[in-house]
């Protein structure tokens, strides 16, 4: 069964910096990959999605990710963090019917 | 177009009470799944419903939880009695039949806490 990976719980970056969260996925076959994410008080949003077309995925809110096969990995980056991007974010993988989810990491942006 | 919509969006019982949590998918969306997430933990797959009938309900705890899904539209999910261990967030999600991507389209959740 495919399932993914996120490392680190909590990721903490300043205003400007480089985000990088990770997510390596396990799967039989190519899945289908996604990252979303969560506000506070709000429900998940579809950041971007990996169906086996281009390994970068541009996403909304500036960021993308890029699926490597050789490494099971999909890790989300964005070039320059902004407060409003604190959020916890979702990896997850699915090969048909259901997505299954990481544990999700909680990105925090300082000033 | 409306999204996926969830009832209550907050919800406290005591243990032993009856919850009952909504869903609306969005319109025409046939394949309508229920996932939760107990504080801090992943967000797991609880079932999945085509239309009416469940594809899948491998995630579900225990006969406590009863989902259903009368008419292919709007689904329930009752916890009766409820534990301690039910808290945690309810979330919905739809998706067209059409779509092979596998995309979801969630609910902003339903938060549960038994007291």
């Known amino acids: ?36 994410v969560q506000y506070p008080n709000q429900g998940l949003q579809l950041l971007l999605k990996y169906t086996s077309a281009a390994t970068l995925v541009k996403g909304i809110n500036g960021f993308e990710a890029e699926f490597k096969k050789s490494e099971t990995s999909f890790h989300l980056t964005k070039p320059s963090a902004h407060m409003s991007d604190a959020a916890e974010y979702f990896c997850a993988v699915t090969l048909s019917a259901d997505m299954r989810f990481g544990a999700g990491t909680r990105l925090t942006v300082k000033p | 177009e409306a999204g996926v919509t969830q009832f209550p969006s907050h919800s406290v019982i005591e243990k032993g009470q009856t919850v009952t949590l909504r869903c609306d998918p969005i319109s025409g969306h046939d394949n309508l799944y229920w996932y939760r997430r107990v504080m801090g933990k992943e967000i797991k797959f609880l079932l999945h419903f085509v239309k009416e009938s469940k594809q899948d309900e491998s995630g579900m705890p225990n006969n406590r939880f009863l989902a259903e899904r009368t008419g292919g539209t709007y689904s329930t999910l009752k916890v009766q009695p409820a534990e301690l261990e039910d808290s945690g967030v309810y979330f919905c999600a739809s998706s067209h039949w059409a779509d092979n991507t596998g995309e979801l389209f969630f609910g902003e959740g339903s938060r549960l806490t038994v007291l």
């Open chain 1, 1 to 36: 069964a495919q399932s993914v990976t996120q490392l680190g719980s909590h990721v903490s970056v300043s205003e400007g910096a480089l985000v990088l969260l990770r997510c390596n996925y396990s799967s039989s076959v190519p899945p289908y990959l996604f990252w979303y």
